[in-house]
C-alpha cells in the first residue's frame, strides 16, 4: 500500500465500543491516520467477528481446519490495532486507566452506567488525563426516561421518525438495508469528537495577540503549560437521525404537517421518482426545477409537453404528478437503460440507475475516484474493499491493513504506550487479563 | 434563548453553497457556535427559501400583503447569518476574497469548474488566505468521468447502491423520505473540515519538546510565524453514503453476493422486522442476539418457544424465519402498542413503536433530552424546533435564532469582517452588487 498520510496522524484512539457505531465513528478516523486501538474482550473479542457472512479458508499450520472470517469485521475495523482487555477485572480496569492517560479520544458503547460501575467512568477516566474526549455511544442517550432501555439500531430508526415516512402508502415502512442509524450516529461521533478536540487544542484559551504586549511577556503566557480539558459527547443511537429529518417538527408545529410515506415521489416537487427501463433496470430520475424538467422534455424529443398545461410549472405538475410520472414511465420503458442514459445525460438529464455492487465495481467513475480499493490480507488473500472518503488534496488518508486478528497488537501497544516488557505482557495473558 | 456557548465559538466559516449539502454542514458547525455566514445571491438568494411548506403571515407595513416563509429554509438556516454577494461581477468576486482573507473555512457547491471561472478557486483563495480549508460539495465529486453531470441527491441515492437494497422484493425499490444523500454527505463535510483544521492547527507542525531544548530556543520556536496551510476537501453526494455500504463491495468480491431487496427482515439474523399492533401501529422489534430472544419469549410468556426446534439459535430462526414472524405478528397483533411495550421493555425487550411527528412531539424522552427546543421568530412566530444533536458535557451549543431574511447581516460582517462603513455598503446595494 502506498503510504499517504491522514490529516489525524499522531491522534490516539482508544475504542471500547462493539457492533457498528463506536465502530463508525473509529474507522472514519483511522482512514485519515488517527491511531485506533481496538479493545476487545479476551477469548471471544468484538461481536462483529461473528457477523456473516464469511469468507472461509484453510487455518494456516499441521491440523489444517476450517476458519470463517466476518466481511463485516475485515472491511469495518480496518486501520484498526487490536488488543484485549478484560473490563471487568481490577487489573483490566487499571490497564485502561494506562492507556487512558495516554489517548486524546476515547469511545465507548456500553450500556449507561456500565463504564462507572468499572470506576471507568469520565470522572475517573479524568482523574488521570483530564484532556481526554469521551464520545460516549448508547441507544437513547446517558440521561432520560428510557435511557436503561436496551436500543439497537433499528429500534433508533423507529423512534426518530425516519421510517414512519419510508416505503409506500398501501405496504409496510421500509427498514433501512443497513445499519443507518447506528452508522449515521457513528459519523456524527467522529465529527463531535474532533470538534471537542479542536476546542480543546485550539479554541479553548486562545494565544494572545503577539502585537498586545512585549515580546517576554508573550512567549512567557504561550509557552505556560494549559490543562487541556476534554468534554464528553452524548451520542445516542435515535437523535442523529433524527436530526436529519430536519424540517419535520417545525412543519407538524405550525401547519399540522404529519408526513407519513409517499412511496418515491417527492412531496414537493415532481417529476422525482424511479422508472423501469425496458430491459428491465430501475432508474431514479430528479426533474424537480423549471430548467431540468425543460432540458428533460427537450431531450426526450417531447418538446410538446412544455405546452401541457398538466406540467407547465411545478404546481400543475405535481397536481398531475399520476398523468407525469406515466408519460415519463412509458418513454423510459420503451428504452434500455443504456438508451436513456444516452440520449439524456448529454443534454444536464439527472439520471442514473440504481446500482448493485456489481454494478459499482464496474463503474469507471468508481475506479478513478478510488473509491475501490485493492488490498492483500493474510485471511482474506487479495481482495477489493471501498475506499476513503471524502477525498483531502493534502492529506488522503489511506487502507494500511484489514481488520486485526484477536489481540494481534498486544505487544506493540502495551509496550509503546504502556513501557510493559513482553514478560510482563506474558503474565497478563497467562492471567488472562488480557 | 439560552446562550449557551458551543465548541466552535470563534471559528469563522462562509456557506456559498445551495440547498441541502452544504448547509447541512454549516448548519451542524452553527449549531455548535461557529460565527457560519451564508453568502447568498441578491434579490433572490438561496433556492431553498422557495421549498415548501410555507408558513403564510401577514407581512409588516401598511400594505399588509401576505408573506410565505419556508420552513425548510427557516430551520435548515439555523443560527447563520445572511448576507448578499453577486459572484458573477468582479466586485462581488473582490468582495469574496476579502472575506475568504478572514475565514477559517470556506464551503461552496457550484458545478466542478464554476469558482474557477470566476477566479476564486483553490488557488486563488489560497493567494489571499493559505490556511483556507476549503470543503467541494458536488454530485459527482471534483475529478472523473461523470464529474460535469448534474447530479442531485436522488441520482447519488441510486448510485450509490443504497437503494438498490431498499425495499420489498415484489414491489420498486424505496427512496428515502429526505434529501438522505445530501445530508449524509453535508454530515462527512463538517467531520472532514474539522479534521482538516485540527490538521492545520494541532498536527501539521507539531511543536517541539520543550525538555528537548533551551528555555529560549524553546520559546523562541514555539513563537516563530507558521504558515498555516488550509486544503481542500472533494465530497461528491453519491460516495458518503457508498462509505456507509460498508461490506457489499467485499462481499461480492470474495462471495459474489449481491445484496437486492430483502424487506424489513436483517439478511444475517432473525427476528427483526416491524409489526402491526392490534391497534393499528407498526412496532419495531430486534431480537437478533441469543439472549434478547430469549428474554423476549419469555417476557411475552412464551416460554415454549424456546423449547422449539425451529428457533433454538439464530441458523434454526432464520431459515424459520416465516414462521416465527407468524408467531410474533399474531401475539403482537392481539395487543395495543401500548399492553405490548408494557409487557416487552421491562424484562429488556428491544421494541419500539414507529413514530410520527405527532408521537415525536408528545414523548417524555426527546423532552428530557432538550431535542425540541422552543424559539421565538419575527417571521415565523412562537416555533419548536429541532434541538441540538449530539449531547457536549461542557459546550452544549444552542440555537440562538432561526433563519435569517435575505442580507439581514449585510451591515454587521461587511463592517466587522471588511471594515467597511455604512456608506460604502449602501453602495454597494446601489450597484447591485450586495
Redesign the interface.
Known sequence: MATATG?????KVLDLSIIVAGG?ASS?LAD?GAEVVKVERPVSGD?LRY???F?SSQSPGETGGIERTS??W???SRNKKSVTLDLNRPEGQRLLRGLARKADLLIEGFRPGTLEEWGLG?TDLHRVNPGLVIVRFSG???????KD????????????????????PD????????P?AD??AG??????G??????R???AE?LPD?FSME?SE???A??KPRVK?G??????LF??L??????????????G????????D?P?AAP???Y?TGDGR?????A??QS?WESLARAMGLPELLKDARFRNNAARLENREALNQVLQKWIGQRSVNEVMEQL?PS??????????????A???YQ??Q??IEIEDSE??H????GV???????PGSVEHTGPRLGEHNYEVYRSWLGYSEEDIDELVRHGVI
Open positions: 490529516p489525524l496522524l499522531g491522534l463508525t472514519l485519515f461481536p457477523w456473516g457472512p469468507k466481511i463485516w475485515k472491511v469495518h469520565p437513547f442517550g446517558q440521561t432520560g426516561p428510557y432501555r436496551a436500543g439497537f439500531g433499528t429500534i433508533a430508526e423507529c423512534m426518530s421518525g425516519y421510517i414512519g415516512m419510508t416505503g409506500f405496504s409496510p415502512p421500509v427498514l433501512p438495508p443497513i443507518l452508522e449515521v459519523v456524527f461521533g467522529a465529527m463531535a474532533m470538534m471537542a478536540l479542536y476546542h487544542d485550539v479554541l486562545p503577539p515580546y508573550y512567549a512567557a504561550v509557552v480539558r468534554q464528553v459527547i452524548d451520542v445516542s437523535e442523529p433524527f436530526r436529519l429529518c430536519i424540517p419535520h417538527i417545525t412543519m407538524f408545529d405550525l401547519l404537517i404529519v408526513r407519513e410515506r409517499v412511496g418515491n417527492f414537493d422525482r421518482n424511479l423501469l430501475w432508474l431514479g430520475l430528479s424537480t426545477s431540468t445525460v444536464g438529464g439527472v439520471v442514473a440507475p440504481v446500482y448493485t455492487s456489481a454494478d459499482i465495481v463503474d469507471p467513475h478513478v475516484r473509491d475501490i482474506l488473500g481482495t477489493r474493499m471501498l472518503v471524502p477525498k483531502f488534496s493534502d492529506t
